[in-house]
């Protein structure tokens, strides 16, 4: 298993440093020793402390604790599973949460993130905010957090909407008033989003095309039917 430094959001870069290498290597030689457990808790918090992001060495630490149950880091583990979640809509969540023994995840934070978790999957971010907001001393754990579920937010609307009312986009991404108005300034300028013309304040977004949120009609593969069947057609009608 070779260093994977996966950018999944703007918040979670890639950032090659010493320690990275250090774990590559010791994943591909002893990737079930046991005795690498601290370098790869070390890595997580290194990738919290950059904001970088790797799936394979955390997915290597959590199969490593099945061996050594003992010896879990219900922290380190509870930071695995937020870098998971700032890496929607990658699927890492599920592939995580799948090598965490029950009697873990039934602990009150990890229940919590796993709520998070069903939030975010069926974007009910109005409820995903609340629950986020009462569980800061989970979250304010790691550095980014609130930026990259934005983007996530951001990544959802940019496929179910062409135009996206600005009350709709406060809810999502969490964010009213002035702030809201310098983050749609900004997304106006960088991202290729436009205002509704008519509309004051920007209370209509214009998302850029994509083919989610703007299919194009494709031609059908079948030849039309011709004029002198449709002929025959009306006199049998008739």
Known sequence: MGRE?????????QQPSAMSYTVEQLVS???YNPDILPDLENYVNEQVSSQTYSLSANLCLLRLYQFVPERISTQIVARILIKALMAMPAPDFSLCLFLIPERVQMEEQF???IVLSHYLETARFRQFWDEAAKSRHIVDA?????????AYAIHVLSLTYQRIP???LAEAINIEGLSLDKFIEHQLANSGWAIEKGQEKGQLIILPSNEFNHPELKKSTVDGVPLEHIARIFPILG
Not at 8 to 13: A, E, G, L
Not at 142 to 148: H, L, R, S, T
Request: no cysteine; proline share 11%.
């Open 5 to 13: 430094m996966v950018s999944s959001t703007p918040n979670q870069k």
């Open 29 to 31: 030689v002893n990737p």
């Open 111 to 113: 229940k919590t993130l």
């Open 142 to 150: 790691v550095p980014g957090f609130e930026q990259a579920i934005q």
């Open 166 to 168: 600005r009350s709709v």
